[in-house]
C-alpha cells in the first residue's frame, strides 16, 4: 500500500443538507482514518450556522473545520482549501456530491502504482446523481442522440478499469475531455498551486484547469467510477448566462492552446470558427430541450449570421 495521504476537500456554501451527505460519504471511507485527512472549508462566516453544528456534532479525529472571515467567492474558497491542504494528492468534492466507501482505497492503490512527479491529475469518470426521475430521462435521452455523449459512453465502456492520458491536443478537440472535478477526482496540490489555482484564467474553471495543467503534467482518466457528480436544479444547464460562459471558456482555451502546440494551431485555424458555431448550435438545442431559453445574440464573437434575425 501506497504511503500517501490524501486530503478529502469539501467546500461549502450554505447547503446544510447537501453537505451533511457529502461529509457522511467521506466519513464513510472503507481505508483506514489515518489515510486521509478531511478538509470542510464553509464560506458562510455566519457564527453558529447549520453546516457548522454539523461538523461539531461528527467529532471525527481526522476532519479539520475552517470558516471563512468572509465569502470568498466559489473558486476562491477552493483556492484556500488548496492552500491549507496538509497533503500532496487533494480529493475534491462538491458539498452535493457523494463519495463511494472505496473511493480512497482505490486512490492509494492507483497512487502507488503511478509515481511520476509530472503526475497532477486523476479522474474518475463521472457518474451522475439525478434529483428526479424526468432529469434522469432527459439525460439518457440526450445521450442517445447526441453523437459526443454516444462516443464519450462507448470510450467508458471500453476503457473500464484502465488509465489513459489525455493530453492538451486531445483537450483541443474535445474541449471538455474531463469529467467533473468532484466524486473522487485527485489533484496534485503542488501543481494547482503553481498554475494559480482556479478561476484566474477563464470562466468554469472548475474542468479547464486541468486543460491548463495538461500544457505541463500528465493528466489521467481512470474507467472507474470513484463517487457521484449531482446532476440537477444547481447544475450550469439551468442557468442560460452559465451555458454562455460554458462556450466562451472553450473558445479561449482553444485560442490558448494553439500557441502551444502545432497540431491545435493548424486545427484551429482551419476549423475554430466552426467549432464555435458547433459548441453554440448544441448549447442552444441541449437548454431548449430542458425549457432554458438561451439567446444567440450572447455569442458576440461568431461571425455566423444565422440567428441574426
Known amino acids: 500500500m501506497s504511503k500517501e495521504k490524501i486530503t478529502i476537500l469539501i467546500p461549502t456554501y450554505q447547503r446544510p443538507q447537501f453537505f451533511a451527505q457529502a461529509l457522511k460519504s467521506a466519513q464513510a471511507q472503507t481505508a483506514p482514518q489515518d489515510t486521509y485527512d478531511i478538509l470542510v472549508v464553509d464560506n458562510d462566516s455566519t457564527p453558529n450556522s447549520e453546516t457548522q453544528s454539523l461538523v461539531e456534532e461528527m467529532r471525527l479525529p481526522n476532519l479539520r473545520y475552517i470558516k471563512n472571515e468572509s465569502n470568498l467567492g466559489g473558486y476562491g ?5 488548496f492552500c491549507l491542504a496538509q497533503t500532496e494528492w487533494v ?7 457523494l463519495l463511494l466507501p472505496s473511493c480512497i482505497e482505490r486512490a492509494l492503490y492507483v497512487l502507488s502504482r503511478h509515481k511520476s512527479s509530472k503526475l497532477a491529475a486523476i479522474i474518475p469518470q463521472q457518474c451522475n446523481l439525478y434529483g428526479d426521475l424526468k432529469e434522469e430521462m432527459e439525460e439518457n435521452w440526450e445521450r442517445r442522440r447526441n453523437w459526443k455523449a454516444r462516443l464519450d459512453t462507448s470510450l467508458q465502456t471500453k476503457t473500464a478499469g484502465h488509465l489513459w492520458s489525455i493530453g492538451l491536443f486531445d483537450n483541443y478537440m474535445v474541449c471538455s475531455a474531463y ?7 485527485l489533484l496534485r496540490r503542488s501543481a494547482v498551486l503553481k498554475a494559480g489555482g482556479f478561476g484566474t484564467k477563464w470562466p468554469c474553471e472548475d474542468i479547464f484547469l486541468l486543460n491548463r ?9 481512470i474507467g472507474e467510477q470513484w463517487g457521484w457528480y449531482r446532476f440537477g436544479s444547481n447544475n450550469m444547464w439551468a442557468k442560460p448566462a452559465e451555458l454562455v460562459k460554458w462556450d466562451i471558456a472553450k473558445k479561449l482555451f482553444r485560442e ?5 502546440d502545432w497540431r ?41 449570421r444565422r440567428y441574426s434575425s
Not at 480529493?91 to 456530491?97: K, P, R
Not at 495538461?214 to 482518466?221: A, G, H, T, W
Open 213 to 221: 495543467l495538461s500544457q505541463d503534467y500528465e493528466c489521467l482518466l
Open 179 to 185: 469529467p467533473a472535478l468532484s466524486g473522487g477526482a
Open 77 to 81: 474558497n477552493w483556492n484556500r482549501g
Open 264 to 304: 491545435c494551431r493548424l486545427h484551429h485555424h482551419l476549423f475554430g470558427e466552426g467549432m464555435c458555431i458547433f459548441d453554440r448550435d448544441e448549447t442552444i438545442r441541449f437548454a431548449q430541450r430542458r425549457g432554458v431559453t438561451v439567446n444567440p445574440a450572447s455569442y458576440t464573437w461568431i461571425q455566423d
Open 256 to 260: 490558448a492552446a494553439a500557441h502551444h
Open 91 to 97: 480529493c475534491l468534492l462538491h458539498d452535493d456530491d
